[in-house]
């Protein structure tokens, strides 16, 4: 008997290793067979100190930056509000008082 998991849409339990995936041949669904707790595990953001960062936390910006597109220059010491973590090329989503929505890295800010 093989020690491999059963399919996790139909539960078959006639799945096989095909490479780097598990096939199950009963419903065609491919998953990958490096453990499903890789593929659970989140994203940890830190800030530029090293502080861990969460949704609605407040930070402040570390050092002056321009915004692309903008005149203004985002003053370092400027704080920001209820941010939103998201996995993109910018960490942050916040809004920024006389600037409206932006990105920020996290390398740009500071946990209060």
């Known amino acids: 008997m093989s020690a491999l998991p059963p399919c996790p849409q139909c539960n078959s339990e006639f799945t096989y290793q095909d490479g780097a995936n598990l096939v199950c041949p009963e419903c065609a669904h491919e998953w990958p067979a490096a453990g499903e707790a890789s593929a659970e595990t989140a994203r940890?953001?830190?800030?530029?100190s090293g502080n861990i960062l969460q949704d609605g936390d407040t930070v402040t910006v570390?050092?002056?930056?321009?915004?692309?597109?903008?005149g203004g220059v985002i003053k370092q010491g400027t704080k920001v509000k209820n941010i939103r973590l998201v996995d993109?090329?910018?960490d942050i989503d916040c809004k920024i008082d006389g600037f409206g929505a932006m990105?920020?890295?996290t390398e740009f800010?500071?946990?209060v």
Do not use: E, F, N, Q
Request: aromatic letters at 4%.
């Open 44 to 48: 940890v953001y830190r800030d530029a």
């Open 88 to 90: 993109s090329d910018h």
């Open 62 to 70: 570390i050092k002056d930056l321009k915004p692309k597109g903008s």
């Open 103 to 105: 990105s920020l890295k």
């Open 109 to 111: 800010v500071r946990k």
